[in-house]
C-alpha cells in the first residue's frame, strides 16, 4: 500500500509542478501547495505520504532557515530532490514539547551538534514519511550548550543515503506498524546514536549558536512552534473538505434512496423526505460550509502573519495562534463526528467500503489528535481567554477576533429576547463570555490559594474547556453571519443564492442555540413560547433548504473519482455500482471458495457424525 501510495504522490506531484508553473509561475503562495496537497491527498484513500514534505518540513526551511539554508537545503526540498518530514513527537512525548527527550549537544571543536535519542522513549515516534519515504527530517531536539538546556532548536538531518536511500550509519528508522487509516502515509520511527551535523544544519532564522558555542536566544521563543500554526490552518481547511465530501456522498444517496412511506399507502420517498433525515444531513452540509468561509479567514490571516514574522513583526502571532488552534479543535471535532452522522445516515450501504464514508472517517478522525491534541488546545485557548480576561476587567483591548467579549462585558443583562439572527449570535458571545467570567472566578481563586498557574488551568480544566468551545462557536458564528448578512459583495448576489444564504444563516444558529441551550440558558432568561418558536424554526428551514441540498453539496464540485464512494456518485446508479464493487470482491472469484473444502465441510461432517452417534 505504502508503495502505491508513493508512486501516486509522486505523479500528482508531478502533475501539480506543472499547474503550479502554469498558474503560479515561480510563486511561493502558499495555495498551490495547499491545493496540490489537497488533490493529492484527495486521490489517495490511503493517505498521501508527501504531506509532511509538503506542509511542514519545505516551510520549516522556509520561515526557520536563513536565507543560505534555505539556497542549501529549501530549493531542492521545494523542488522534491530531497524528501523531508517534520520530527518532533517521540514515543514518549507529544504534547508537552518542553519534555522532549532527544537532545543537541553543541561540540564547539568540531563546530558540530552530537544528535542523541538518549533512550527508546526518546526515539521520534509518528513523523509522516518517515519509515521509507524520507530521506531528510526536521529533527527537534533540546538544545544543550556546555551540558546547559537552551530550549528546543530545529536540525537538518538527513536518514538515508540519496543514491542507495539506506539508513545511514547512527540512524535506526523505520515504519511504527498499521493504523486505523493513513495506512499509504508511513508514519515512522527515528532513533540517533552520537549522530553529527554541522553547525549550520541548525535552523537559525529565529535563534543562533555561534561557532564559538554562544547561544543568541530567539526575541520570541514560540516562533519555533509556527510550523504547527501552519499545519493547524491546514486542517481546518482539510477537515471542512472532508465533511464536504461526505456531506455531498449522504446528500446524494438520500435522493436516491427510497424507504418507508410517510403517508400510508403512499409510496415510498426518497430518505430525505424524513424531516429526522434532513436533520443529520442538511446541517453538516451547512456546516463544512460554515468552517470553509472560517479557514479561509484564518488562511488570510496566516499569510499575513507569515509575511509580518519574517519581517521580525511577531505582534499577530498569539491572535494567529489562538484562532488556529481553536479553529483546528473545532473543525475536526465536529467534521469528525458529522461524517459518523452522515454514514449512519446512509443506513446499511454507508457501512460498505464502496461507500467510502469509513475511509473519510478515518482520514478525517485523526485530526483531533495530530497538531495538537483537540483537548489539549482547549486547555491552551481557555488560558488565552483567562489571560484577555484580565485585559477586559484592567479595561485594555482585545484582539479584533476577541473584540465581543470586550463587548458583551459590559453588559448588565441580556436584551429583550427577540429570536432575531443577531439576537442568536449575542446570545452564543453572551454565554461564552458568562463562562469566561465563572472560570476565570475559579481560575483566580486557587492561583489566590497559592495554587501554581499550570495547577490552576488543570483544576479549572472543565471550566477553560467549556469557554474555549464556545469561543470557537462564537467565532464561527460571527464570522458566518458576517459574511452573509454584511459581506461587501452581497449585492453581487442574486436574490435566489442571498436566500440560500440566510436560509443556511438560520439552520447554523439556530443549530447551535440548541446544542448549546444549557449553556445559554444559564446566563439568559428564555420563555418556553420562545424556544417552541425556535423549534418551529428549526424545522421550517430544514423544509426550505431540502431543495436545495443536491445544488448545494454539487456546487462543492467533487469528481467521482475524489469522492471514490458508490453512495455519492454524480450519475445516481448507485445500485449498480454496489454490485458492481461487490462483484470484484475476491471471494466471488469461485463460486465454491478454498476453505470448503478446508474447514467448513469437515465441520459440518464432524457435526453431523457426532449428531448420529448420540442418536445411537
Ligand atoms: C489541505 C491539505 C493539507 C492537509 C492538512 C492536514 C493534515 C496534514 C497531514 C497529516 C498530519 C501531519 C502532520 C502532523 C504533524 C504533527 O502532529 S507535528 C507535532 C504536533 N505537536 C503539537 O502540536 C504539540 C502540542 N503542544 C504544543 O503546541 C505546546 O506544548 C502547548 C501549546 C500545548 C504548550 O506550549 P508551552 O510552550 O509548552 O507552554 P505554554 O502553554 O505556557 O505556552 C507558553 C507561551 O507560548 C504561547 N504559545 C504556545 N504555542 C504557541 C504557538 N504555536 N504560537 C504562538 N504562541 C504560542 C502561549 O500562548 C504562551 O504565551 P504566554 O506566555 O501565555 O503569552
Ligand atoms: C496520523 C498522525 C500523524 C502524525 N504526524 C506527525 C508528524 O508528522 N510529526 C510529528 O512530530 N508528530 C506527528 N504526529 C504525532 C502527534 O502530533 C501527537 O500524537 C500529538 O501531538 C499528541 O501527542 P501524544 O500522541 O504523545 O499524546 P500525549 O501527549 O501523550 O497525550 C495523550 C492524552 O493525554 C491527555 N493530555 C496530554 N496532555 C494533557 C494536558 N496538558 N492536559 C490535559 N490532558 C492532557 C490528552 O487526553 C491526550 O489525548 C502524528 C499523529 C497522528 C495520529
Redesign the pocket.
Known amino acids: 500500500m505504502a508503495s502505491m501510495s508513493v508512486k501516486h504522490a509522486i505523479a500528482a506531484a508531478k502533475k501539480l509542478r506543472s499547474l503550479q508553473e502554469r498558474f503560479n509561475p515561480g510563486g511561493s503562495d502558499i495555495y498551490p501547495a ?2 496540490g ?2 488533490a493529492i ?1 484527495a486521490l489517495i484513500p490511503s ?2 505520504p508527501l ?2 514534505h ?3 518540513f519545505t516551510r520549516a526551511l522556509r520561515e526557520q532557515g536563513t536565507d543560505e539554508q534555505y539556497e542549501k537545503f529549501g530549493r531542492r526540498a521545494d523542488n522534491n530532490e530531497i524528501i523531508g518530514t ?1 520530527a ?2 517521540e514515543l514518549g512525548h ?5 519534555g522532549l527527550e532527544a537532545r543537541a549537544d553543541y561540540d564547539r571543536g568540531t563546530e558540530e551538534f552530537v544528535l542523541n535519542t538518549p533512550k527508546l522513549s526518546s526515539y521520534k515516534w ?3 514519511g518517515l519509515g521509507q519515504t524520507c530521506n531528510y527530517c526536521i529533527f527537534v531536539a533540546q538544545l544543550y550548550i556546555d551540558n546547559e538546556a537552551k530550549g528546543m532548536a530545529m536540525f537538518v538531518v538527513q536518514i538515508r543515503d540519496e543514491e542507495t536511500h539506506m539508513p545511514l550509519p547512527g540512524v535506526h528508522v523505520g515504519e511504527i506498524g498499521k493504523k486505523m487509516g ?1 495506512n499509504g ?1 508511513n508514519n515512522g520511527f527515528l532513533g540517533l546514536k552520537d549522530y553529527r551535523v554541522p553547525r549550520l544544519n541548525m535552523l537559525m532564522r529565529h535563534q543562533q549558536v555561534l561557532p564559538d558555542g554562544r547561544f543568541v536566544k530567539s526575541p520570541v ?3 519555533s ?5 501552519f ?2 490552518c ?2 481546518a ?3 471542512s ?1 472532508y465533511l464536504a465530501q461526505a456531506a455531498t456522498i449522504a446528500t446524494r444517496y438520500s435522493v436516491i434512496r427510497r424507504q418507508s412511506p410517510i403517508e400510508e399507502g403512499q409510496p415510498e420517498p426518497k430518505i430525505l423526505e424524513h424531516l429526522t433525515q434532513q436533520m443529520k444531513v442538511i446541517p453538516e452540509i451547512v456546516t463544512a460550509v460554515v468552517y470553509r468561509l472560517a479557514a479561509a479567514n484564518l488562511q488570510n490571516m496566516y499569510n499575513e502573519t507569515a509575511e509580518a514574522v519574517y519581517r521580525k513583526d511577531f505582534s499577530r ?2 491572535e ?3 484562532l ?2 481553536i479553529l483546528k479543535v473545532a473543525t475536526s471535532y465536529d467534521s469528525t463526528y458529522g461524517i459518523e452522522r452522515l454514514r449512519q445516515a446512509c443506513g446499511g450501504h454507508g457501512y460498505l467500503t464502496a461507500g467510502n464514508l469509513g475511509n473519510i472517517f478515518a482520514m478525517a478522525a ?2 483531533c ?5 483537540n483537548s ?2 482547549y ?2 485557548v481557555g ?2 481567554l483567562m ?1 484577555n480576561w484580565s485585559q477586559v476587567l484592567a479595561g485594555r483591548e482585545l484582539m479584533p477576533s476577541m473584540a465581543y467579549i470586550s463587548e458583551c462585558s459590559k453588559m448588565t443583562s441580556f436584551p429583550q429576547w427577540t429570536g432575531s439572527w443577531e439576537c442568536l449570535l449575542k446570545a452564543i458571545q453572551y454565554a461564552c463570555v458568562g463562562s469566561i467570567r465563572l472560570a476565570f472566578q475559579s481560575y483566580n481563586a486557587r492561583v489566590q490559594s497559592a495554587q501554581s498557574q499550570t495547577a490552576a488551568v488543570n483544576y479549572s480544566g472543565l471550566e477553560l474547556t467549556k469557554a474555549a468551545e464556545l469561543h470557537g462557536r462564537s467565532y464561527v458564528a460571527g464570522n458566518f453571519y458576517q459574511q452573509i448578512v454584511n459581506s461587501p459583495n452581497k449585492h453581487q448576489r442574486s436574490p435566489q443564492f442571498q436566500k440560500v444564504l440566510e436560509n443556511m444563516l438560520e439552520l447554523h444558529l439556530i443549530q447551535i442555540f440548541f446544542r448549546h441551550l444549557g449553556d445559554i440558558l444559564r446566563f439568559i432568561r428564555i420563555t418556553e413560547d420562545e424556544i417552541s418558536a425556535l423549534q418551529r424554526r428549526l424545522e421550517e428551514v430544514l423544509k426550505e433548504l431540502r431543495p436545495d441540498a443536491v445544488a448545494i453539496t454539487d456546487a462543492f464540485d467533487f469528481n467521482d473519482k475524489i469522492l471514490s464512494s458508490a453512495l455519492g456518485c454524480y450519475d445516481g446508479n448507485v445500485y449498480e455500482r454496489l454490485f458492481e464493487a461487490a462483484l470484484k470482491h475476491p471471494l466471488n472469484r469461485k463460486s465454491v471458495p478454498d476453505f470448503f473444502e478446508a474447514h467448513l465441510k469437515p465441520f459440518m461432517k464432524e457435526n453431523a457424525d457426532n449428531a448420529k452417534k448420540s442418536k445411537l
Open positions: 495547499l491545493m496537497d489537497e491527498t493517505g498521501n504531506s509532511v509538503i506542509l511542514m517534520f518532533q513527537t507529544g504534547t508537552y514539547l518542553r509518528w513523523p509522516g493513513l502515509v521563543s514560540q516562533v512552534y509556527f510550523p504547527m500554526v499545519v493547524r491546514m486542517v481547511r482539510q477537515n473538505n502571532l498569539p494567529l495562534h489562538a488556529a488552534c485523526p485530526a489528535t495530530y497538531e495538537g491534541e489539549v488546545l486547555l491552551q488560558k488565552i489571560k
